[in-house]
T-cell receptor, first 113, second 113 residues
Framework: AQTVTQSQPEMSVQEAETVTLSCTYD???????LFWYKQPPSRQMILVIR??????QNATENRFSVNFQKAAKSFSLKISDSQLGDAAMYFC??????????FGKGTKLTVNP | GAGVSQTPSNKVTEKGKYVELRCDPI?????LYWYRQSLGQGPEFLIY????????DSGLPNDRFFAVRPEGSVSTLKIQRTERGDSAVYLC???????????FGSGTRLTVV
């Protein structure tokens, strides 16, 4: 069974600053994928970034990057130059061995002007 | 369509009633997923369709929940004898079949009173 743990229920950051959201996971699969999703008040889950476990290089998408530590089963999200529009719930998720995603409980990010 | 459409956006029903929630996936997406998101939690997997058949229904909580996808496109999640504990946001997603290729809808917020 897969589990995903987000230990920060809430985080806040000043506009233009950098923030890191934490995620740890557990899986017995050798081949798996990790994701960060953003959920604004509109409720739609929006893919922010994904990481294939077999790739050692950390994924990057513009201001968003991850720190993937496979041995430690850690997958943190760094948001640089935070913008007001980044405020949302952020969910870490894993997928391996089946089609379904397993999500953490989420981190609510507040961006202060 | 351009995205995954879910109707209704909100549904209030009385305890014991029957409800149907509809999902219109992106045209051509063969895979369709239903998730349930309770307040303060991450989404939890309910069922996954590949074409017309349910490939994995291990997340359905009990036999009051049922889902169909008769023509391999639109899907309906059906809940019989609703209970207050069924109150949640029900999210639908579709995918062309590769990991991380999910597109989520905006969900249906079901409230059982």
């Amino acid at each position: 069974a897969q589990t995903v743990t987000q230990s920060q229920p809430e985080m806040s950051v000043q506009e233009a600053e950098t923030v890191t959201l934490s995620c740890t996971y557990d899986t017995s699969e050798s081949d798996y994928y990790l994701f960060w999703y953003k959920q604004p008040p509109s409720r739609q889950m929006i893919l922010v970034i994904r990481q294939e476990a077999y790739k050692q290089q950390n994924a990057t998408e513009n201001r968003f990057s991850v720190n993937f530590q496979k041995a430690a089963k850690s997958f943190s999200l760094k948001i640089s130059d935070s913008q007001l529009g980044d405020a949302a719930m952020y969910f870490c998720a894993s997928q391996g061995g089946s089609e379904k995603l397993v999500f953490g409980k989420g981190t609510k990010l507040t961006v202060n002007p | 369509g351009a995205g995954v459409s879910q109707t209704p956006s909100n549904k209030v029903t009385e305890k014991g009633k029957y409800v149907e929630l509809r999902c219109d996936p992106i045209s051509g997406h063969t895979a369709l997923y239903w998730y349930r998101q309770s307040l303060g939690q991450g989404p939890e997997f309910l069922i996954y369709f590949q074409g017309t058949g349910a490939a994995d229904d291990s997340g359905l909580p009990n036999d009051r929940f049922f889902a169909v996808r008769p023509e391999g496109s639109v899907s309906t999640l059906k809940i019989q004898r609703t209970e207050r504990g069924d109150s949640a946001v029900y999210l639908c997603a579709s995918s062309p079949g590769h990991p991380g290729g999910y597109t989520f809808g905006s969900g249906t917020r079901l409230t059982v009173v």
